[in-house]
């Protein structure tokens, strides 16, 4: 006898459908006026709220700088000051919920910015972390062996020493020639990887490495466009270092708000 079982049939393909890859846009300099105006319309929104994020990205960076003096690491100051900007993305995740809140007109307390910012550890945020400073480590390690390969028989113990040797000696010049380039490299690769990606893990169900795709797309496919947004940040962000980085406490948020709008420009909506 013939056997038979009940309910139906499995289907004959049980693998999920690969999910698609964001659509990226077209973006212009209109875009980014348009996003800058947006950034600042929501840090005026929430002056206080959006400055205490620039103000606690100001504090960390003293206390960093200060670290460094103690240590007798001056040498370390300058890279540092040249990364510093390139990780406000990831600082900026609060600002990102901020303009994500305002756009929907959604009100919103500290809490709830702070409760978001806090359930980012659970998701792709903290891998988007890692690749960063990972790039901002090689950052360091390539500066400290150009140091060590060029400058080798200079000596400095105060930062004075340091930028007097590197500005104003054959070797120095070298040592600033060659570490252009390479941090040069390394910046437009953290750029690329990092433009609208952290918004975006903030923002959709995604995985870093598509984010991280995407965001290389969206530059990839607007060069001129995402260098004048790479220049701006880089200009805003270093002249705010000089006043003992308390520029930082409004160009920071600032910046942030904007990223946010410039990556729902040259994003497209997701789908459903």
Aim: proline fraction near 6%; glycine fraction near 6%.
């Amino acid at each position: 006898m013939t056997s038979k079982t009940s309910g139906s049939p499995p289907p004959d393909d049980l693998t999920p459908p690969p999910q698609s890859m964001p659509k990226v846009n077209k973006v212009t300099s209109g875009d980014i006026a348009a996003s800058l105006r947006a950034g600042l319309s929501d840090f005026l929104a929430r002056p206080v709220m959006s400055g205490f994020f620039g103000l606690f990205y100001a504090v960390f960076g003293l206390f960093f700088v200060w670290c460094l003096l103690w240590l007798g690491k001056v040498w370390m100051i300058v890279p540092a000051a040249v990364g510093f900007p390139l990780v406000a993305p990831f600082a900026a995740a609060g600002l990102y919920e901020m303009s994500r809140r305002l756009q929907n007109a959604q009100s919103f307390g500290w809490l709830d910015i702070l409760t978001v910012m806090a359930n980012q550890r659970n998701r792709e945020m903290g891998w988007m972390a890692f690749a960063t400073l990972f790039i901002l480590w090689v950052w360091f390690y390539q500066f400290r062996t150009l140091l060590v390969i060029i400058l080798q028989d200079s000596s400095f113990s105060d930062l004075d020493g340091f930028l007097d040797t590197v500005f104003f000696t054959p070797e120095g010049w070298t040592f600033l020639a060659i570490g252009t380039c390479v941090g040069a490299a390394l910046s437009a690769v953290l750029f690329s990887v990092t433009a609208v990606a952290m918004p975006m893990l903030l923002d959709r169900d995604i995985d870093f490495i598509s984010a991280m795709l995407t965001s290389i797309r969206v530059v990839t496919e607007n060069p001129a466009v995402m260098l004048t947004w790479a220049a701006i940040i880089a200009v805003a962000m270093l002249v705010s270092l000089v006043p003992a980085f308390l520029g930082l406490i409004f160009t920071l948020p600032i910046l942030g708000h904007t990223t946010w709008h410039l990556y729902q420009r040259a994003v497209a909506p997701a789908e459903g």
